[in-house]
């Protein structure tokens, strides 16, 4: 029924109208865990709900729309509640590769991360890659891709991050990773391979005024948070393999 | 009629009025505290204007209804924070809701196809 050596990694899928490819996601990553894969379906208007049911997938269904982290926390307060060792969050629009999932939980099942980030810097844009060494500068972070959204959570990772304490985050990057870095979590990035966005457009490059508010929240965020923990953060955020894409 | 009159009938009439809020059950009572505050005020700086010129002088302000208006702003700002603090409480409430709804719906949806959902309708399977 499972590949052979397929591990026990919860598959946590946040979907917003995708089901040109919610479908073939869900079945890529079925194929690869013996564990449920969960897609958050985040008030969708089209079939993405009922093509995720189809394809095999746990459904959660908000009433409301609470943005990329609500979605995600809604699969993490699900992971935690079934006390799930490990959770892997993708992307629904494909840009994320299922196959790379046991690369993100390698280090986790090693002992030598709590989180780690599946990163591919090079696919961004200038503008982006200026907008991020400000964010990254501001909250004091050591790492290359703070917004991907293909990560890997140990328990007590998935705990934390599903209690009301990270509720009130709009995003899951700079505000999540702060947040992780404040408790001792130690957070790693794994050099993975990533598709161009097919189908949809970002939740946060969606506009200009989107962008705006993105970067105004983050940076309100930052300031608030200056200087909480910046110190030992530092010698706990590494890196691993290459700062470029996996081929 | 004089001045004070005029303020004291005002503040009698912003109390009243809260207060009827809060009977008619349009107003939630903790915040009904506040208001019934700021009519006591109006109130009784109305009937007793002079009160102005007397905190003004002993905090060093040469024009004393300046004093009014700095209070008055500045209590409006202090009122307008702690409704957003309220609302952002509230906001993790309703995130917190929303996301146990999806939870226990799932769960339910689980235990339907699991379970027949009537005696005489059992689950396919």
């Known amino acids: 029924m499972f590949a052979i050596g397929a591990t026990l990694n919860m598959v946590l899928i946040p979907a917003l109208n995708e089901e040109a490819s919610i479908g073939a996601l869900v079945g890529a990553a079925g194929a690869v865990t013996a564990a449920p894969v969960v897609v958050i379906d985040d008030g969708s208007t089209d079939d993405t ?23 995600i926390q809604t699969g993490l307060r699900y992971a935690a509640k079934s ?5 892997v969050t993708l992307d629904a629009d494909g840009q994320h590769e299922a196959e790379s999932i046991d690369a993100l939980t390698a280090p986790i099942l090693a002992g030598e991360a709590d989180v780690v980030i599946g990163a591919c810097p090079g696919r961004l844009s200038l503008a982006r890659r200026i907008a991020w060494h400000y964010l990254r500068w501001l909250g004091g972070i050591s790492l290359d891709d703070i917004t991907s959204g293909f990560r890997a959570y140990n328990r007590s990772a998935i705990e934390y991050l599903a209690s009301s ?11 999540v990773l702060m947040l992780l870095r404040r408790r001792g979590f130690r957070t790693i990035e794994v050099a993975v391979p990533m598709q161009p966005r097919q189908y949809g457009s970002s939740r946060v490059f969606d506009s200009w005024w989107t962008v705006g508010s993105y970067m105004a929240q983050t940076t309100v965020l930052c300031l608030a948070r200056l200087g909480s923990g910046r110190g030992w953060a530092r010698r706990r955020h590494y890196r691993r393999g290459d700062s470029r894409c996996a081929s | 009629m004089t001045y004070q009159v005029t303020s004291l009938v005002l503040g009698l009439l912003i109390a009243g009025t809260i207060l009827w809020l809060v009977r ?19 109130a009784l700086l109305g009937s007793w204007p002079r009160m102005f010129d007397w905190i003004a002088v002993f905090l060093g302000i040469g024009y004393p209804p300046i004093l009014a208006v700095v209070l008055g702003f500045g209590l409006l700002l202090v009122k307008m924070l702690t409704m957003d603090i309220e609302r ?22 689980a235990l339907e196809d699991t379970l027949p959902l009537s005696p005489s309708e059992p689950a396919d399977g």
């Not at chain 1, 304490?165 to 505000?175: K, P």
Request: net charge positive.
């Open chain 2, 88 to 109: 952002s409480r509230q906001e993790r409430r309703v995130r917190r809701l929303a996301q146990r709804m999806a939870l226990l719906e799932a769960r339910q949806r």
């Open chain 2, 24 to 42: 008619r059950d349009h107003l939630h009572g903790p915040f009904a505290f506040w208001w019934i505050g700021v009519a006591a005020t109006v």
């Open chain 1, 49 to 71: 709900a009922a093509l995720a049911r189809a394809a095999g997938a746990t459904v959660l269904s908000l009433p409301l729309n609470l943005g990329a982290w609500g979605a």
């Open chain 1, 165 to 175: 304490e990270a509720t009130l985050l709009d995003y899951q990057d700079v505000g």
């Open chain 1, 83 to 87: 006390q799930w060792p490990l959770a």
